[in-house]
């Protein structure tokens, strides 16, 4: 069943913005850091990004360094991704992911024990 709830997904134009969300389900709602996920097709799922839930310590992968942001709203149980100055190579599926820990959130996605369904993003020349 579904652990977390991606949304946001689009088709955008290179150079563009897109904002994706993620809500937790009342399972994942103990957890304390979440991480976003991608995969594009025949390709392996890289990390992107990951922050500690209510904290400001955030990681992100060298790839979208100063192009994405990861940000939790509190009141609102909600994660987001926000990802600005688009590129065709980012088009993939976008996961959100939770974990237990309070150590610097690992890359590895088999470290993440509640995944969401993901959402598309599509990035054209």
């Known amino acids: 069943q579904v652990q977390l709830v991606e949304s946001g997904g689009g088709l955008v134009q290179a150079g563009g913005s897109l904002r994706l969300s993620c809500a937790p389900s009342?399972?994942?709602?103990?957890?304390?850091?979440m991480g976003w996920f991608r995969q594009a097709p025949g390709k392996e799922r890289d990390f992107v990004a990951a922050?500690?839930?209510?904290?400001?310590?955030?990681r992100y992968a060298d790839s979208v360094k100063g192009r994405f942001t990861i940000s939790v709203d509190n009141a609102k149980n909600t994660v987001f991704l926000q990802m600005n100055s688009l590129k065709p190579e980012d088009t993939a599926v976008y996961y959100c992911?939770?974990?237990?820990?309070?150590?610097?959130?690992?890359?590895?996605?088999?470290?993440?024990?509640?995944w969401g369904q993901g959402t598309q993003v599509t990035v054209s020349s």
């Open positions: 922050i500690w839930w209510g904290l400001s310590g955030t």
């Open positions: 009342r399972s994942t709602l103990t957890r304390n850091t």
């Open positions: 992911a939770a974990r237990e820990g309070w150590d610097l959130p690992p890359i590895r996605p088999d470290l993440y024990d509640s």
